[in-house]
């Protein structure tokens, strides 16, 4: 892994240059986190699931939900240019949601050496869709 050593200005238009390579994809509907016993996985769930996550006592499977009492996130991803610097991204990309929306967000990232490595799932609040997607279009365009 390559970790630049840069100045402010130099991150944030080496980011905002990620951030506009990157294939963003926005996926349809909403999505929540169901949960299950550690020692139970969940595999009903593989078909439909974007990811699972364990700690030492449930395992948290993301995936799509239109349950009105579960708490729904809109969720996009991002595959990243091949070679291309990308360290940095998540925490950059958080705050300036952060600022422009007030919401924090979740990131769940994979690998997919085929199509440049890392990838990111990401989710907001549902109710925040057009928001969050006008704000990535303002950071892709540099706004």
């Known amino acids: ?5 840069e100045t402010t200005a130099h991150t944030e ?3 905002r240059g990620v951030l506009s390579s990157a294939e963003l994809r926005v996926l349809p509907g909403e999505f929540a986190f169901v949960e299950c016993p550690v020692t139970d996985f969940p595999h009903a769930l593989v078909g ?8 030492h006592e449930v395992w948290s499977a993301l995936i799509p939900s239109s349950v009105p009492a ?5 969720v996009f991803s991002f595959h990243f240019t091949p070679g291309q610097d990308n360290s940095g991204f998540v925490g ?17 990232c994979g690998q997919n050496s085929h199509r440049g490595g890392v990838f990111d799932y990401w989710g907001a609040p549902a109710h925040l869709r057009e928001q969050v997607l006008e704000a990535l279009s303002q950071l892709r365009r540099g706004a």
Do not use: I
Request: cysteine-free.
């Open 1 to 5: 892994m390559y970790v630049s050593n």
């Open 13 to 15: 238009a080496r980011l």
């Open 48 to 55: 439909e699931a974007l990811a699972f996550v364990r700690d």
């Open 70 to 74: 579960a708490e729904r996130f809109v």
């Open 92 to 108: 950059w990309l958080a705050s300036n949601l952060k600022r422009l929306l007030g919401t924090g967000v979740f990131v769940v």
